[in-house]
């Protein structure tokens, strides 16, 4: 005897239900399928797979150069491929950033720079070679830095009214002041300083900082102005005395050392700063990858410690957030240069 199933317990199979069935079948395989191609796609596009370049407008040996080999190295780790610093000193860093714009957009060439090159060169000359909303990207911030104002150990000044006190005895009351580079934020703090003394203060620019360096150690100029960064470790060596610095307050480094707004002299409390570029068109996906990486580099506890001996603050900013500090302190010393009298060359 066979089992003779009801109609009622069979399963219909009709050309109609196949058809729907198979169709939400191919439906499904299809929208995984284009989900793993969408997943695959995006990890591939942001994959670094070649060594880096990060690019430095100034001298080896000088406060940008140690902040750059610092972040090269922990990069590296971070992305998993070399990093290498390539110093192209001159004019401020307008050389390197002249040389970014022709290298390409493949966002393999990175660029650090602080805010003379990106903010102030364009504002002090008429054909800088590059036009930074044009030609560049921004990837992320990484530091800002206090600007300070020092005296060679040769100098019988201790402080800075005494430095200015020893100005205005000298006949004709001339001075020099050496700053890393021309038509600089430090040049125009001398002028504010000529101006406010009525001194006969000249500007003594060089290729870098380190050149000035090696000139203020060897008592062949008796004062600069430059960086915290520049000056901190020779500072704390009692090779040179950091007499003055920049910004709204004290630096945690120099505790003992007055702000120029304590000794009456405004409009020098906005921070300068470091950001990493790259060329205008560089692909998203990698720049991001770049700009998370050194999130994460700038956020290690031992990196921060580092940042503080060299007179740094940590200040990791979005490629968004660099673009807007950039633009902000561009307009900020726009209106000082141009109070200054200064006219573009």
């Known amino acids: 005897m066979f089992f003779k199933p009801k ?34 796609g995006s990890s591939s596009e942001a994959q670094i797979d070649k060594p880096m370049r990060l690019m430095v407008g100034f001298p080896a040996g000088g406060g940008t150069d140690a902040l750059a080999r610092l972040l090269a190295a922990r990069l590296s780790t971070e992305l998993g491929v070399s990093v290498v610093v390539e110093n192209k000193p001159g004019a401020g860093g307008q050389i390197a950033a002249q040389y970014l714009k022709s290298v390409g957009s493949d966002g393999y060439t990175l660029f650090l720079s602080h805010d003379h090159t990106i903010s102030i060169l364009p504002l002090v000359m ?12 921004a990837v992320a911030g990484v530091a800002s830095f206090v600007n300070a104002f020092a005296l060679s150990s040769g100098t019988s000044a201790q402080g800075f009214n005494d430095y200015i006190n020893l100005v205005k005895s000298k006949p004709g009351k001339k ?17 504010t300083l000529a101006k406010r003394y009525e001194l006969d203060l000249l500007s003594v620019p060089y290729k870098g900082s380190a050149p000035m360096m090696a000139d203020m150690l060897g008592n062949q100029i008796e004062a600069g102005s430059a960086s915290v960064p520049d000056f901190i470790e ?47 068109d560089a692909p998203p996906a990698i720049l991001n990858q770049v700009s998370k990486a050194l999130e994460k580099v700038v956020a290690k506890p031992d990196v921060k410690e580092q940042f503080a001996s060299m007179g740094l603050s940590p200040d990791y900013l979005t490629a968004s957030q660099l673009q807007t500090r950039e633009r902000s302190y561009s307009s900020a010393w726009a209106k000082i240069i141009k109070e200054s009298g200064y006219q573009p060359n």
């Open 234 to 280: 020779f500072h704390q060596a009692k090779k040179l005395r950091i007499v003055a610095v920049m910004g709204a307050t004290r630096q945690a480094s120099l505790p003992d050392v007055p702000t120029f707004k304590e000794l009456g002299i405004n409009g020098f409390e906005d921070l300068p700063f470091y950001g990493v570029f790259a060329a205008k």
């Open 7 to 40: 109609l009622k317990d069979a399963v219909v199979t009709t050309p109609s239900v196949i058809g729907r069935l198979l169709k939400s079948i191919y439906s499904i395989s299809f929208l995984m399928l284009a989900l793993l191609l969408s997943v695959y």
């Open 126 to 137: 008429k054909t800088p070679g590059f036009d930074v909303e044009a030609d560049f990207v």
């Open 175 to 191: 001075g020099s002041v050496g700053i890393p580079a021309p038509a600089s934020t430090l040049e125009f703090l001398v002028k």
